[in-house]
């Protein structure tokens, strides 16, 4: 949304900032499988914006339809006011980290950033010195002589970074850059993704089934589902008025609990509770509650299942009289006597609910 | 066959200790026997000529004098020279073929991968006697019914004594199934998709891809193909002796009814000079490798 002001170490990385990107109506289908069933994005200059949803929703294939390797049955990529459908990938100007390990393993690092500003025919010396620039950015300089196969999946990826950027592209593209590394390089890579991507301003597109990955990096997120968007908003409006229920059960933990609607307002767990949004009609539905917004009282029909501990919250598993299962989140300091086995009652917060109809 | 002898020592270990030894010793013995009666099945036809060409009959000692004619020999250097000029012709025409050929099967159309296996194999089930009798008939008729049009010109061209396009051709077809396999080993394994990709994505045409990105990852399979191609160039006699070029393989044949121990010496030459080039490429190949690692 907001550019940052370039700052710091990469002010001197001369990039193009704030480059805005659009997607019209675009459709591809692979057979019988529609990828992208008409698809509308608008993503403003030096935001990041990511694509979110589960395997085969279509983000993979709309950010490479934007990077130009995808052509699509219908619709159109705008970058800036310039329509690039019909431009072949090499000359859309548009940096891209790959998902699987990219690096050429037959050049060093050095060579490996520089190879898109040989391919432009720039001399040695200034190849040289602007990969040196980039490999400082990315914290990887003395590795210059290296070959990827000496540096780790982590380091590999930082130097495919710099390889992106490297030839100030106007769009940085983003695909699952971080699903084949371990859990703490993960974390510490997206914080230096992001730190980078604010400093130089670039127009990010990031693709992940990850929605951590997701909700901690992106100006906004667009959560997918086969080939459309359902929704895109920002990460905390994504959490608190999620505008589907299947945007509300993809991103975070939604608990699934049995209710009635009547007169306006849903009936669950004993208690009456106004509709969140559209309500369908009347009669059995199922009312999708997060484990914050739901309190536990000693004494009543529940049993406490199991409880993990993680830090400040402790989450409880509790098994209604029903036999439906909830978790609820509960501050560790006030935990201790739900050990399993414990009778409880499970409540709502005051505060709209959202529905979602009965599956069959 | 050791892996026979193996199963047979493992059988008898059911029984108890002792016999157990016994059978490890048995396989033992068969692998001794087996590498043995390789090891003679392969060194003495290597042994026989090279006993041949030393050889003084007459002094009854040894003699070099076979091997210091081959340089002088009449004809040698030219046929040799021409075998070298067509394996080379044929290395560069039959990568240019496949090289792409095989890239774009991986990348864009998958689904040929199984026809163009067996299109690349038809070369080893057609057997060459048949293939070049084909050709021969078609070097007959061609030229004549195309008279002074620029196709009989081509024909004529293409069978030129100097330097016969036609075997380059043949030889482009004899290969296939040798360097397809050769650069598909490599290619299944390089991950050549996303390597392309990053490539184009940086602003690389497709030729600058393939000559900057995917030569390089193939490097190894490239030379084992070059290889392979160049050994089958070297070594072909049946094509070239029926359309009636002389080749390296025509000339020793030619040679030895005159001067058999200069043939024969020859032929050990041959063999050696392209063992020497097979091991120069696999150290070249080591080389860089312990240079990216190092």
């Known amino acids: 949304m907001t550019t940052a002001p370039a700052t710091g170490r990469a002010q001197a990385v001369s990039a193009q900032p704030g480059v805005a990107v659009r997607l019209e109506n675009l459709t591809r289908r692979f057979g019988d499988v529609v990828a992208l069933d008409g698809l509308d994005l608008d993503i403003a200059g030096g935001e990041l914006l990511a694509l979110l949803g589960p395997s085969g929703c279509g983000k993979t294939t709309a950010l490479r339809a934007i990077a130009g390797f995808e052509r699509p049955d219908a619709g159109r990529v705008l970058v800036g006011d310039r329509d690039v459908t019909s431009v072949p990938p090499s000359k859309r100007d548009m940096g891209m980290v790959f998902q699987a390990y990219s690096l050429f393993p037959n050049m060093t690092v050095a060579d490996n950033v520089a190879y898109g500003l040989r391919v432009r025919g720039r001399g040695k010396p200034e190849r040289a010195a602007r990969a040196t620039e980039l490999l400082e950015l990315v914290g990887l300089a003395d590795r210059a002589k290296r070959y990827p196969h000496q540096l780790s999946g982590g380091q590999q990826q930082r130097v495919a970074l710099a390889r992106a950027l490297a030839v100030a592209p106007q769009v940085l593209l983003l695909d699952e850059p971080l699903s084949a590394l371990d859990a703490q390089v993960r974390v510490q890579l997206r914080e230096e993704i992001r730190r980078l991507q604010l400093e130089l301003g670039i127009t990010t597109v ?21 080939g459309r968007l359902e929704q895109v908003a920002s990460p905390d409006e994504l959490y608190e008025r999620p505008a589907t229920a299947f945007v509300a059960e993809f991103v975070g933990t939604m608990n699934r609990v049995p209710a009635t609607l009547s007169g306006g307002a849903v009936e669950l ?17 199922v009312a999708l509650v997060r484990p ?41 300091a006030d935990s201790a006597a739900l050990v399993p086995g414990a009778a409880v009652t499970v409540t709502p917060v005051e505060r709209p609910v959202l529905v979602a109809p009965v599956e069959p | 066959m050791t892996a026979l002898a193996e199963g047979v020592a493992g059988a008898g270990s059911v029984a108890p200790p002792t016999p ?20 003679l099945y392969f060194l003495i036809p290597l042994a026989a000529p090279i006993w041949f060409t ?3 009959r007459g002094a009854g000692a040894f003699t070099g004098r076979y091997y210091a004619q081959i340089p002088g020999a009449a004809g040698f250097a030219e046929a040799f020279g021409r075998s070298l000029a067509l394996g080379l012709l044929t290395v560069v025409l039959v990568l240019a073929l496949m090289v792409p050929t095989i890239v774009l099967v991986e990348l864009r159309l ?20 048949a293939l070049v009798v084909g050709v021969r008939s078609v070097l007959s008729w061609a030229p004549d019914h195309f008279y002074g049009t620029p196709v009989g010109d081509a024909m004529f061209a293409l069978q030129e004594p100097a330097l016969p396009w036609i075997l380059v051709l043949v030889y482009v077809v004899l290969a296939l199934p040798f360097v397809y396999r050769a650069l598909d080993a490599g290619v299944r394994n390089a991950g050549l998709a996303t390597l392309t990709e990053a490539a184009r994505n940086l602003g690389a045409s497709w030729p600058r891809v393939l000559l900057t990105v995917v030569l390089p990852v193939l490097r190894t399979s490239v030379l084992n193909a070059s290889f392979l191609t160049l050994a089958l160039v070297l070594g072909e006699y049946t094509v070239a002796a029926i359309l009636g070029f002389q080749t390296f393989p025509t000339w020793i044949v030619q040679v030895g ?31 860089r490798r312990n240079e990216e690692t190092s």
């Open chain 1, 292 to 332: 914050e917004a739901l309190v536990v009282t000693d004494g009543g029909a529940g049993r406490v299942v199991t409880r993990t501990f993680s830090g400040a919250v402790t989450r409880v598993l509790v098994a209604l009289p029903d036999g439906t299962e909830v978790r609820v989140d509960v501050a560790s």
């Open chain 2, 257 to 287: 009814g005159s001067q058999p121990q200069l043939s024969v010496a020859v032929s050990v030459l041959s063999l050696v000079v392209t063992w020497a080039l097979l091991l120069l490429i696999s150290a070249l190949d080591r080389r």
């Open chain 2, 54 to 56: 030393v050889r003084d």
């Open chain 2, 110 to 129: 998958p689904r040929l991968r199984t026809a163009v296996e067996l299109l690349t194999l038809a070369p080893l089930v057609v057997p060459p006697i």
């Open chain 2, 20 to 39: 157990v030894r016994a059978g490890r010793r048995r396989g033992g013995a068969w692998r001794i026997t087996v590498l043995v009666v390789v090891g």
């Open chain 1, 206 to 226: 990031f693709v992940t089934h990850d929605q951590a990955e997701a909700l901690s990096m992106a100006d906004r997120v667009g959560v997918m589902r086969a």
């Open chain 1, 269 to 285: 767990l004993g208690v009456r509770r106004p509709v969140a949004g559209a309500a369908p009609a009347t009669g059995p539905v």
